[in-house]
């Protein structure tokens, strides 16, 4: 069974920075492209950013780039986000997914995500 694991949340104030990890137990992680998203207090879940399985090719949100990085080591099963000059309104709980094996799509629809963490919740204080 798919499991992903998130890491690293945590309270920092606005203009910090946080690493989120993302570890699988996932056979083959690297064929498999990944993603973020988060989720603010009654908001929909938002993309934030996608790799693909070789981890050449990134996708972000026009508004996380440039503060976001999404990376991941495929010999340690792990995707991760790093999130600099956070801002209060980053807020939210932060999660990791994987896409079915296939090409890398540079979209951010959820419905392309079939397997999904549990969140790790960021909180930034202005």
């Known amino acids: 069974q798919v499991q992903l694991v998130e890491s690293g949340g945590g309270l920092v104030q606005a203009g910090g920075s946080l690493r989120l990890s993302c570890a699988a137990s996932i056979p083959f992680f690297s064929i498999y492209n990944m993603g973020w998203f988060r989720q603010a207090p009654g908001k929909e879940r938002e993309f934030v950013a996608s790799i693909s399985s070789s981890g050449k090719s990134t996708f972000y949100t026009d508004s996380m780039k440039g503060r976001f990085t999404i990376s991941r080591d495929n010999a340690k099963n792990t995707t991760y986000l790093q999130m600099d000059s956070l801002k209060p309104e980053d807020t939210g709980v932060y999660y990791c997914?994987?896409?079915?094996?296939?090409?890398?799509?540079?979209?951010?629809?959820?419905?392309?995500?079939?397997?999904w963490g549990q969140g790790t919740q960021v909180t930034v204080s202005s």
């Open positions: 997914a994987r896409t079915p094996s296939g090409p890398f799509l540079r979209t951010g629809s959820p419905s392309l995500f079939t397997s």
